[in-house]
């Protein structure tokens, strides 16, 4: 088991305008009594895209020290009859919905065990059915913060029975490459779900690729940064967080390629 940290990483689609993300803070500090410290990730996944969730999450949980729980809630299921889960890895804690959100990172990380969330005892009641970010996640996540061992959260689930959601596809073929848009940042910068040697790939012969999206083709360098670029230059390269992107330089890719995450581009070598 992780040595708890006391600290509690939380990413949500919550947003800042609504008062949802200030809730479940305040869930954390009632339930915890000032000894658990909340580190906002973010609240600005774009609503219901568990996709994007995962990619955050993903890309930023080892950055984090050892013992902290991820509290992750992007959850359209809310309600149904998908499970709430604990994940318990090699260094770290996830909670959060039975979405794929959590797969990426705790995979990666080593998964040890899972849990199913269902000791009442431990929820805000009455619990609702559409706001387990406060009723369910949060007083879990403070509870494994302290130390609680995570037998008391509920019955141990066999791992093949857990929602599985793989952010990279492997490059296979060296001429033309299918990407899933798997983020776009506030820059409109696009993450592909690609691993990270296919921009070397794509971009071995003549260091251009060419790239399909549902509103035309276009060209981009390979740069080793955005920067290197002409303004409004598209470019390929590989992003601080591992993954190819595709960037305009002082402009938006999203908005050029007019794509989404979810979307399929493809990229060939030119």
């Known amino acids: ?22 809730i479940v803070r305040g869930v954390v500090e009632s339930v915890g009594r000032g000894r658990v ?3 906002d990730l973010t609240h600005d996944i774009p609503p219901f895209n568990v996709i994007a969730g995962a990619y955050v999450l993903y890309t930023s949980y080892r950055y984090f020290p050892g013992g902290t729980v991820f509290l992750a809630v992007v959850d359209p299921g809310v309600g149904t009859e998908r499970k709430p889960i604990t994940i318990e ?30 000791n009442e005892s431990v929820f805000l009641k009455p619990v609702s059915t559409s706001f387990h970010g406060r009723d369910v996640f949060a007083p879990t996540a403070v509870l494994l913060a302290l130390g609680t061992p995570i037998e008391k959260v509920g019955r141990r689930l066999p791992l093949d029975d857990i929602a599985r959601l793989e952010l990279r ?21 696009v993450a592909l779900g690609l691993e990270r040697e296919c921009t070397s790939i794509l971009c071995a012969e003549r260091g251009r690729v060419e790239v399909e999206s549902r ?9 080793p940064a955005f920067s290197f670029a002409e303004p409004g230059e598209m470019v390929l390269y590989n992003n601080s967080l591992g993954f190819p992107e595709l960037a305009v330089n002082l402009g938006s ?6 794509t989404g995450i979810g979307d399929m581009l493809v990229l060939r070598r030119r």
């Open 253 to 258: 890719a999203a908005e050029v390629l007019k």
């Open 1 to 22: 088991m992780p040595s708890p940290s006391g600290v509690i990483a939380f990413l949500s689609d919550f947003g800042w305008r609504d008062p949802y993300a200030g």
């Open 37 to 39: 410290k909340v580190i």
């Open 169 to 189: 596809d492997r490059c296979a073929s060296e001429g033309e490459v299918r990407a899933r848009v798997v983020y776009i940042d506030v820059f409109g910068n």
């Open 215 to 223: 509103s035309g083709i276009f060209m981009a360098s390979c740069k």
């Open 89 to 118: 890895t090699r260094r770290y804690f996830f909670v959060g919905p039975d979405n794929g959100i959590l797969y990426p990172a705790a995979v990666e990380d080593g998964i040890v065990e899972v849990r199913v969330i269902e």
